[in-house]
């Protein structure tokens, strides 16, 4: 009995303390990786050179990936995209009316949002990870991540092309200071995709496969400062240091502009077309940043720059700064 009770003891602690650390040992196999991320540390895990294992479960925000030798299961951070099947039916019932759609609607969005992470994900990619325990029913551990394709993070195009909803467990992207940031970017990219009718948000009229009419800048979570990690091993994974006490912003696709001021100030009164500039050159007039000159472009098209007073964020102070900038 005294050595039962010992294997009772030794299961429980296991089930308490020890499931994580051997988890741990089995997938990530290196010692050069921090297991402190594992327990609520600031550092991000970097895996290079992902790429997508097809699998019956994959699907719009979450999938199996291999990273070098070893397989992983990860979790979107800050998106949910619709079941695909019917498996989990008060989930369903759920995103159908977050869409304010049908649960067979509901489901081909789902089916559609797979589509396109395959798509996305057909190139080699770009994973960051706490490894925090994302849960699931699958037997392999699945993580919460942010996921860096060739095109920007990956939950904010599922987000802009009607494919997912804001939702789920949240964390701090790499070189920023809150998640408030990338929520509300993600906010503003969910109502641009409502307003455009594209995905989910346009599946009743067809527009199940649209694409936005503009397609923003996507996010590069890449830490500004280097890591300050040892050299890891081919197929390992990097520790990257914390980067919020950085102040580093997030890094856009597009080339970010230094004498964008400068420019702003040679930009000559009445010469834009609200309703054919591109977003460059909205953002030359001083008083339109990305965030604005984003829903401009959402809001064409329009009859005349008076209109510019319907667009969400400008005021009448801000109209009077740009009004004399527009056709």
Same mark, same amino acid.
């Given at each position: ?224 400062? @280097? ?90 102070? @801000? ?9």
């Amino acid at each position: 009995m005294r050595q039962g009770g010992r294997l009772i003891l030794r299961s429980s602690i296991f089930s308490r303390v020890g499931v994580s650390t051997l988890i741990a040992l089995g997938v990530l196999g290196t010692g050069s990786v921090s297991l402190r991320a594992r327990d609520g540390s600031r550092q991000w895990i970097v895996l290079k050179d992902c790429r997508l294992i097809p699998n019956p479960a994959n699907d719009g925000d979450s999938f199996h990936v291999s990273a070098g030798e070893k397989e992983y299961l990860f979790r979107l951070y800050f998106v949910d995209a619709p079941e695909t099947d019917e498996m989990t039916p008060g989930r369903l019932v759920q995103q159908a009316k977050y869409f304010g759609i049908t649960v067979p609607q509901a489901i081909e969005v789902g089916r559609r949002a797979k589509e396109f992470v395959d798509e996305k994900l057909a190139t080699p990619f770009t994973i960051f990870t706490h490894m925090s325990d994302a849960m699931g029913q699958s037997r392999l551990e699945r993580f919460y991540a942010f996921v860096q394709t060739k095109d920007g993070d990956l939950g904010e195009q599922l987000v802009r092309n009607g494919l997912a909803r804001v939702y789920g467990f949240k964390a701090t992207p790499p070189g920023l200071k809150s998640s408030r940031i990338e929520l509300d970017k993600l906010q503003q990219y969910e109502n641009e995709a409502r307003q455009e009718k594209v995905g989910a948000w346009g599946v009743s009229a067809g527009r199940l496969n649209a694409v936005p009419q503009t397609p923003p800048a996507f996010s590069s979570f890449v830490p500004e400062e @280097k890591s300050r990690s040892q050299p890891t091993p081919a197929n390992s994974p990097a520790v990257v240091s914390p980067t919020p006490q950085s102040n580093a912003p997030i890094k856009h696709s597009s080339p970010v502009k230094p004498n964008r001021s400068h420019a702003k100030e040679k930009t000559p009164f009445g010469k834009i077309d609200l309703n054919t500039a591109t977003e460059k050159e909205l953002t030359t007039v001083p008083g339109i940043e990305h965030v604005i000159a984003a829903r401009i472009i959402a809001a064409r098209p329009f009859r005349s720059a008076d209109d510019l007073k319907r667009v969400s964020g400008i005021g009448d102070r @801000k109209y009077a700064q740009i009004r004399p900038y527009f056709q």
